[in-house]
Each structure stands twice: as structure tokens, then as C-alpha cells.
């Protein structure tokens, strides 16, 4: 089999690339250029709000020279968790983009689009057939939870995209997706080996935060052989090694041999890594489990409250000393003056120099910084709510008389004026779940459109 060649501009879409680095990847002539472009990482919000995690800027940008060389050059283009989370709003705001470089550039071409939503109905006649399965012991949702969530998606395999690329669409543009799949879906198609071209696509999803020295704003080129795959840099300040290929491959894993997926859980047992004199890494040994039932993943965020936040600083070692103690006393205070004003909320201090980043999850003795950074927190129903009781918390951890204060005024720097800031609503995962889906496609809708013209 002829080598099979995959351009990776970015680790996701908007994060951007270097002009030079794309570019000597289509000197190589690629097969296919594929995108991750979402993930759950950070956090439930964007996808409850159907808003993207990446600029729209950025976004635009990276996909003007993906669409604009891939359809030039008659080379496919793959996209998959499109805006971020993957939902419809997302799938439709990066149609938008596309539509608009299409104008701008005078192109033509047709266009495959797979959503990944899947009705609430679906999910909770599926609960309640035992075809969902909890991740990591988390409770199963009812009925009132599902709904109240406002999307609800899937990560989609190889399959949906493929049925696509079978209508022979110049773009795929897919929802929530599994990360490697925008990049193995083409190959495997072609009768590539399926655990090669997923592991290899796991590695370059993240495109040159694989390589060394890292980076997730960079290009590299995946190269699939019959029985192993190789990794090239495309920058010439990096290159790939046995330790960042191997490191990469434990990337967002619990298991360091194991990584399940839609259709089946790759084992890295045998997995040998070998470094080229060319600065590239060859992977020999993957190989993959097919699962019975085919799962897919659900995701769902559901809202549960309003945020408000404050940010300050202090430089009193007196007060960093019994920082604990005040503010319990403080929070015990706040909760005093509110008793009677039927105001609902939760507050939280993450003290930054002091536990701020691990919490409760890092144990052990640590001397007490010479500063603290103390974030204050506030959830309540509403925004109103947040507000005042971030307010009441704020100034009265600003004033409050700690044992051994010396100053008269007030304990905390604030970096911002105002100091207190909206973050809106919040919401939680309700649905990190994996649902049965005897036909990988079905639960995943389908269309082709043209796009084109010109201004």
C-alpha cells in the first residue's frame, strides 16, 4: 500500500499555525488535511450555551487555509467536534465560517455535514432499556435531568463520517466527534489498518504538542503505512522522539495500555516507538479490541445556577497565617447577615499560593506563602443573588478584624476596579455516559450541501 499521508495544521481549530509549517505540509502532498476542533476540556459551560470555546477569528482563519488548499488541490478536508462542543449551534457557526471563506475565495464544493445531537426522548427510552452505562460511578440522570439539559450530543466514530466521504463530499464538517476519527475515518475507508490509523490520529489530534520541543499552535504530517505509521514535524525547531511519541500516547488516559473509543478499545501492549535519523518516529505494534455492544458517549450539561467572582490579594502575613480560620469565620459571617434575607447561595475561596489549583485533592505540610491570591466564588439561582452575596463576602473579608491585625483599613489588594465580576450561568455535566448503538450511523444525522460563489 502506497503511504498514506495526513496533514495535522493545529491542535484545535483556531489555536492557528505558522503559515510555513502548513505549507511545507502540502509540499508533501497529503491525502487528507483533518481538524480536531473540540473538546470537553474546558468544561460544561460551552456546551450548555451552544457557544464556541475558540475565537471566531482564529477559527476563520485556520479554515480559510485548510478549505482553501484542500479544495484547490482536490484533497479532503475533515473537521470534526465542530465549535468546540459539537452541538447544532456549534456545527452551524462554523458552517457560517466556511460559507463566508467560500465567497471570499470564489469556491466551490460540496459539502457532507454529520450532528451529533441525539434527542432527549432517545436517551431517556434508552435509560430506561438498561443501554446506558455510567462513567466513573456517576449517578444516572432522570428524566427531569436529561431534559433540562438544552443539548444533548455524541461522540460519533469513524462511521458517520465515512458514509459521508462515500458520497464522495470535497468537506466533512462533523459534530461531537471522537478525537482521532476525523483523521483515521479516510484511511481506514481505504482499507488502512484500523488500530494504526487511530492510534496514529490520536497522537496527531493534538498535532505538534506531540513533538518536542511542544507545541499546540503547530503542523505535522501523520504518514500511514500497511503495518506501521511515522510521525513528521513540520517546523524545523521541532522534531519528534521515542519519549514524546510515547508520552503522547499516555495523553488523557487512565489507563497507560488501554484507550477505549467507539467500536473498540486500542491496546498499546506492544507498541514499540523507534526514532529516525530524520527526526521522525516510527510506531510499530497497535492493535485494537472491538467492543460488543458499540457505545457511544453521550455529553450533556444541564445549568445549575449564576457566577459571580472577585479577585484580590494580600501581602499580610498575619492574615496568611490564619487564613483558614478567617475565612471560615468570614464565610460563618456572610451566612449570618443573609440568614434573613431568603438570599441562596454557595460560596468558595480558592486561596492561589495556598491550595488554589489541587485543593482538598493535595495533602501534606506546606509552608505559608509571603503573598496569597484569594479567589471568591459565588453560586446562586440567580444572577442577582450572586451578586449580592459576592458582594456582602467581598467587603467583609476586605474589613473583617482578624486576631493580630495591624492595619486599619483594608486587608485586600484588588487588582480590578470593579472588583466584582459577572460570569453568568454555570452549568454542570449531567450526561458523561455511554449509550448502546447497535448501528453506529443511525444515531447521527446527515446532509450534503454545495457551497460556493463569489462577492
Not at 31 to 46: E, Q, R
Not at 123 to 128: F, L, Q, T
Not at 226 to 250: C, G, M, Q, W
Request: net charge negative; proline share 7%.
Amino acid at each position: 500500500m502506497k503511504p498514506f499521508k495526513v496533514l495535522s495544521p493545529t491542535a484545535i481549530l483556531g489555536y492557528g499555525f505558522p503559515e510555513a509549517s502548513f505549507l511545507k505540509g502540502m509540499e508533501e502532498k497529503p491525502d487528507l488535511i483533518a481538524v480536531d476542533a473540540g473538546s470537553t476540556d474546558p468544561g460544561p459551560y460551552y456546551l450548555g450555551s451552544g457557544k464556541s470555546f475558540t475565537d471566531r477569528v482564529g477559527v476563520k482563519r485556520d479554515l480559510r487555509y485548510m478549505i482553501t488548499y484542500g479544495i484547490k488541490n482536490k484533497i479532503p478536508v475533515v473537521i470534526g467536534s465542530a465549535g468546540g462542543s459539537g452541538a447544532r449551534p456549534h456545527v452551524e457557526w462554523c458552517r457560517q465560517i466556511i460559507e463566508e471563506i467560500a465567497l471570499e475565495e470564489k469556491l466551490s464544493f460540496r459539502m457532507g455535514i454529520a450532528y451529533a445531537d441525539i434527542e432527549k426522548s432517545v436517551v431517556i427510552k434508552a435509560i430506561d432499556a438498561g443501554q446506558v452505562t455510567p462513567l466513573d460511578d456517576l449517578p444516572m440522570p432522570t428524566p427531569e435531568e436529561v431534559n433540562s439539559c438544552p443539548y444533548v450530543v455524541a461522540q460519533m466514530g469513524i462511521e458517520p463520517i465515512q458514509a459521508l466521504l462515500t458520497e464522495g463530499v470535497d468537506v466533512v464538517l462533523a459534530g461531537r466527534a471522537y478525537d482521532p476519527v476525523c483523521f483515521s475515518a479516510l484511511p481506514i475507508m481505504k482499507g488502512y489498518d484500523v488500530a494504526l490509523a487511530t492510534h496514529m490520529g490520536k497522537i496527531i489530534e493534538c498535532a505538534a504538542i506531540a513533538a518536542t520541543p511542544g507545541s499546540g499552535a503547530d503542523a505535522v504530517l501523520g504518514i500511514l503505512y500497511e503495518d506501521y505509521f511515522v510521525l513528521k514535524a513540520l517546523n524545523p525547531i521541532r522534531k519528534f522522539t521515542e519519549l514524546s511519541a510515547a508520552a503522547h500516547s499516555l495523553y488523557e488516559k487512565s489507563d497507560p495500555y488501554h484507550l477505549p473509543g467507539p467500536g473498540g478499545t486500542l491496546d498499546l501492549s506492544n507498541v514499540t516507538f523507534t526514532e529516525l535519523a530524520t527526526g521522525e518516529v516510527e510506531v510499530r505494534g497497535t492493535t485494537i479490541t472491538p467492543t460488543n455492544p458499540y457505545r457511544i458517549k453521550l455529553e450533556g450539561s444541564s445549568p445549575v445556577g449564576f457566577r459571580t467572582i472577585s479577585i484580590a490579594g494580600t501581602h499580610d502575613p498575619i492574615m496568611i497565617a490564619s487564613l483558614d480560620n478567617i475565612l471560615t469565620e468570614v464565610k460563618a459571617r456572610v451566612d449570618d447577615l443573609l440568614s434573613k434575607e431568603n438570599v441562596e447561595a454557595r460560596v468558595y475561596f480558592h486561596v492561589y499560593g495556598k491550595h488554589g489549583v489541587m485543593g482538598d485533592l493535595e495533602k501534606g505540610n506546606y509552608p505559608d506563602p509571603h503573598e496569597a491570591g484569594i479567589l471568591i466564588e459565588v453560586l446562586a439561582p440567580t444572577q442577582e443573588a450572586a451578586d449580592t452575596v459576592c458582594s456582602i463576602t467581598r467587603s467583609t473579608l476586605l474589613h473583617y478584624g482578624y486576631e493580630g491585625r495591624i492595619a486599619t483599613a483594608g486587608n485586600l489588594a484588588f487588582p480590578f476596579s470593579p472588583s466584582d465580576i459577572r460570569m453568568g450561568q454555570c452549568f454542570q455535566f449531567t450526561l458523561y455516559h455511554l449509550m448502546d448503538a447497535p448501528d453506529p450511523s443511525a444515531p447521527f444525522n446527515r446532509e450534503i450541501v454545495t457551497i460556493g460563489g463569489a462577492i
